[in-house]
């Protein structure tokens, strides 16, 4: 079992595999009009990270469906990064989860049950840590090995957090460090040392958990979570929702430093290319920036942290709350203010 390397079946790994930013906005685009009734307070029309259906005053479902290929050859591992992966969009909707489904894609002339098992183990694991059944899904056979998780939770109808929602003068705080992406291409490349694998591992299984809490912080305006558009792509979405424009610092950003030192030589995913491509028009980078800041903003965060606007006043609740769950504050990475939906990264 351990001489199966589950990347190689798949052509693109975790949240990189994503159906690039402008590509998806097309297809989207020609759906025809569907039935929107009042009771869904959230659908498709912000891009938002989950619907929302409002059952009564006091409760809402939160529901939400994430997948992929293979991040990593641990099939363990990479049972537990996928399902991380989609709860945290239930998270990021201020929701607490109550369920999940699994959805399992394997090649069964391909990979032994043992392997397979494993991943669905690994999946298991997380759910239980997040106080949740699997509680049903669905497999088929199918060419790569796919896995995820549908996800439901519950919400009060007045604490839901979109991303939608923030204010000019709000605080950006991002809960993760950045550059999964690229530890992922180094993976692939035989360039990531053991230490930087750990470090990958601890962040994509880390729950985005806090997201729960913040929705109950009235200085919290708007939430999303940093996956596979990258920082720069979640934050426009952001951008977009409150028609205010977002201001990065790039010196503040936390990144994985084995992230760092690899992009700085080259190494990132096709996803990043293609996200740019996508949306680079509404991103203004410094003119002298080097290529490698670019592929840092663009790169496709698989299990990403969450990204936060909240007025000044609430930083140090949000801070405190994103310490207690996981063991660091988070960071303060820039603000939003007034102007035209785009992202400015200084």
Not at 223 to 240: I, Y
Request: aromatic share 4%; glycine share 12%.
């Amino acid at each position: 079992m351990n001489e199966i390397r589950l990347t190689e079946f798949s052509h693109g790994g975790g949240c990189g595999c994503k159906i690039a930013p402008a590509v998806l906005a097309e297809l989207l685009a020609t759906m025809p009009a569907g039935l929107v009734p009042p009771e869904l307070l959230v659908g498709t029309d912000t891009a938002d990270d989950a619907a929302v259906y409002k059952l009564n005053d006091r409760q809402a479902i939160v529901a939400t469906t994430d997948f992929f290929t293979p991040i990593v050859d641990n099939p363990r591992d990479f049972g537990r990064i996928a399902a991380t992966n989609a709860l945290s969009d239930v998270y990021a909707m201020g929701a607490q989860p109550i369920l999940a489904l699994a959805i399992v894609g394997m090649p069964l002339d391909k990979l032994p049950p043992a392997v397979i098992g494993e991943i669905l183990k690994g999946g298991a694991e997380v759910c239980r840590d997040a106080g949740i059944p699997v509680a049903g899904g669905h497999s088929i056979d199918v060419l790569e090995p796919i896995y995820g998780l549908v996800g439901l939770g519950v919400v009060d109808p007045a604490r839901v957090r979109t991303n939608a929602g923030a204010k000019a003068g709000d605080v950006l705080i991002l809960t993760k460090p950045l550059g999964i992406g690229i530890l992922s291409a180094g993976l692939k490349k035989g360039r990531l040392s053991a230490d930087g694998y750990a470090q990958m591992i601890r962040w994509t299984t880390t729950l985005n958990r806090v997201g729960a809490r913040l929705a109950d912080l009235d200085g919290v305006h708007a939430v999303t979570d940093v996956t596979g558009f990258g920082l720069a792509g979640h934050l426009l979405e952001m951008c977009r929702g409150a028609s205010l424009t977002g201001a990065v610092r790039f010196d503040a950003l936390p990144v994985i430093e084995e992230a760092r030192a690899l992009v700085r030589d080259g190494v990132a995913t096709g996803a990043s290319t293609r996200n740019w491509a996508s949306y680079g028009a509404s991103v203004e980078l410094p003119v002298d920036a080097p290529e490698w800041q670019r592929k840092l903003v663009t790169d496709p965060q698989t299990s990403g942290g969450l990204l936060i606007a909240c007025a000044p006043e609430a930083v140090e609740a949000v801070q405190a709350a994103v310490r207690a769950e996981q063991g660091e504050a988070g960071t303060i990475v820039g603000e939003m203010k007034a102007g035209a939906a785009r992202v400015v990264v200084g």
